[in-house]
T-cell receptor
């Protein structure tokens, strides 16, 4: 079974530039998550989709971050414009359903460096 | 509010030693789930175990074991006879029915020295 696919693996940009990340979840998984992991910290949820609807985006900085999940499958996360503090690993995860006890499957992440 | 504390930032042990990773959690809900995830150098978090708040039975899976104690709000993880492949960052996490979002601890970096 294929895992969660993410690209690119690494990205280096200058502040105020734009960047986009792509995620393809495990086939059949209804729920997709984007997490931000700053060095030395645990992952923090940015946004959660169930199919193509947003379940939780309370921690997404909406003035600069946006995400979409067209057709309830692939998803893109965009940052425009980037700030230095956005340097982090962006992890995509998926799960069969939604709920407190769901087991999440993670991709390898995109490491973003903002200079 | 919910919170997960992993007080051990880094641990190093010699191969074949046993090691315990500590996790203490806070939640006001009576119904919740606790998790452990492993993050190897490749970056992806790998699910290890899930326990719900009604099941305090401790679990052993091969070289791994988990000790869940509601009285002390702890969910500790022990690796017996550690191996170099166990080197990774380990995260404890919590979610509850009031706030289904996973809250992660800050992680413990475990290094197994050959």
């Amino acid at each position: 079974e294929a895992g969660v696919a993410q690209s690119p693996r690494y990205k280096i940009i200058e502040k105020r530039q734009s960047v986009a990340f792509w995620c393809n979840p495990i086939s059949g998984h209804a729920t997709l998550y984007w997490y931000q992991q700053i060095l030395g910290q645990g992952p923090k949820l940015l946004i959660q989709f169930q199919n193509n609807g947003v379940v939780d985006d309370s921690q997404l900085p909406k003035d600069r971050f946006s995400a979409e999940r067209l057709k309830g499958v692939d998803s893109t996360l965009k940052i425009q414009p980037a700030k230095l503090e956005d340097s982090a690993v962006y992890l995509c995860a998926s799960s069969l359903g939604t709920g407190a006890g769901e087991k999440l499957f993670f991709g390898s992440g995109t490491q973003l460096s903002v200079l | 509010a919910q919170k997960v504390t992993q007080a051990q930032t880094e641990i190093s042990v010699v191969e074949k030693e046993d090691v315990t990773l500590d996790c203490v959690y806070e939640t006001r809900d009576t119904t919740y789930y606790l998790f452990w995830y492993k993050q190897p150098p490749s970056g992806e978090l790998v699910f290890l175990i899930r326990r719900n708040s009604f099941d305090e039975q401790n679990e052993i899976s091969g070289r791994y074991s988990w000790n869940f104690q509601k009285s002390t709000s702890s969910f500790n993880f022990t690796i017996t006879a550690s191996q170099v492949v166990d080197s990774a960052v380990y995260f404890c996490a919590l979610s509850n029915f009031g706030n289904e979002k996973l809250t992660f601890g800050t992680g413990t970096r475990l290094t197994i020295i050959p």
